[in-house]
């Protein structure tokens, strides 16, 4: 296997512990809750298992961005990989609800490290179409990890809810391949100093790219923290079937992921936006207007459809925005947003839920996201429009 190949498993391998890495326990929050029913509000500390390390990935990203442009990508990926492992797997072997809880919120540093490394090499290592086929890639692997160790929780879900958090085990593959597949990108000495100083200059238009993320996050964050609480008011629903209905996002993330090259080229970043957002609106109606358990599955890959067109459309515009000097920076400040969106997710919806019921609140939410698709439409008509000024 040629080292070029080897650099690019490592990458995709990587990447597949990053987005829907929290998610991995989601099948077991029912029988967590259930283990720990002494405890006080024990319901909502057991979605904080979900949403404690997005809290962590969005304090700490920026600083690790900064960190991979000073010491360099590779020092931090090891580092990450490692608290991945350790914290990752420390509810396997912790006996009480507030040191899993910790150490949910240790490994949320690992994966900020994880993700904003893997994304920066990628602007790194490929340019050009290559980048584009490759960040479409990379999401698809994001995707393809959910559906994998998601689905494998489920399983293990039904034989002890303990067994899910060895799921993280899988990146001490990706800690073994690192030192033989990765190398540090050499710095750019060509520049001058006033070069430099121009190149640096990022567009406003990049804290879209921001907002834009953290909206897709807190929109598709849905499904993982509450679709399994919404199924179990469903008849015969064991971990299994949450683990399926689960898995059903990445599926069809990954799909849609796969062919995002192609849509690039017909549209720009905004469009597909606009476009994403359709599919999504769809799912979630879908999902609330569901009777049976078939029907929500329908309803979740719609939607994935949707994820997986926008979660690479943000790395890529990120990417083609900022110059290589501080792009450890704002693909961290990325990363904050989309972590944000993750922890903010359940906060967001619950008073919506409260007020119309869970059922009706993915109706709710379908509503805002097909509003949204107008409205990322009409930005785009009014960007097109000062554009045309500026040149004539």
């Known amino acids: 296997m040629g080292n070029k190949k080897l650099l690019e498993i490592t990458i995709l391998l990587a990447s597949m512990l990053t987005i829907l890495s929290n998610a991995v326990i989601a099948p077991a929050m029912p029988l967590i809750s259930g283990a720990f029913k002494e405890v006080k509000n024990v319901e909502i500390l057991t979605k904080m298992m979900l949403t404690l390390p997005a809290l962590t990935i969005a304090l700490s990203a920026p600083l690790v961005g900064k960190l ?101 085990a899988f990146s001490v593959i990706v800690v073994l391949l690192v030192p033989f597949a990765l190398h540090e990108p050499r710095a750019e000495l060509k520049d001058s100093i006033h070069e430099k100083k121009k190149n640096n200059k990022v567009p406003a238009i990049v804290w879209l790219t921001f907002l834009s993320a953290f909206i897709t996050t807190v929109c598709f964050y849905i499904i993982p923290v509450q679709l399994p609480f919404f199924l179990h008011n469903f008849k015969n629903i064991n971990g299994n079937k949450v683990g399926l209905a689960l898995g059903s996002l990445p599926f069809a993330q990954a799909i849609a992921s796969l062919f995002y090259k192609r849509v690039k080229i017909k549209f720009d970043f905004i469009i597909i936006y606009s476009l994403g957002f359709i599919p999504m609106a769809i799912g979630f109606s879908i999902i609330g207007l569901s009777q049976e358990f078939w029907q929500v599955i329908v309803g979740v890959l719609v939607c994935g459809l949707g994820v997986g067109l926008l979660i690479p459309n943000a790395n890529l515009w990120v990417i083609s925005l900022v110059p290589s000097q501080v792009r450890g920076k704002y693909i961290g400040i990325l990363t904050t947003a989309t972590f944000m969106g993750m922890f903010l997710s359940p906060i967001i919806i619950q008073p919506v839920q409260e007020l119309v019921g869970i059922k009706a609140g993915f109706i709710v939410l379908g509503i805002v996201l097909a509003l949204l698709s107008v409205l990322y439409y009409w930005i785009k008509l009014k960007t097109l429009k000062i554009s045309i000024k500026q040149n004539y």
């Not at 490759?134 to 999401?139: E, H, K, R």
């Open 68 to 168: 991979l442009d000073k010491v360099g990508r590779i020092k931090v990926l090891i580092v990450s990989l490692l608290i991945y492992l350790l914290a990752g797997t420390s509810g396997f072997w912790l006996r009480n609800l507030s040191g899993i809880l910790v150490g949910r919120f240790i490994f949320g540093l690992g994966v900020t490290g994880i993700m904003t490394v893997s994304t920066t090499l990628i602007g790194d290592y490929f340019t050009g179409a290559k980048r584009d086929h490759f960040v479409g890639l990379q999401a698809a692997f994001v995707a393809l990890g959910g559906l994998l160790f998601i689905t494998t929780a489920g399983f293990l879900t039904d034989i002890n809810w303990r067994l899910t958090f060895l799921i993280y």
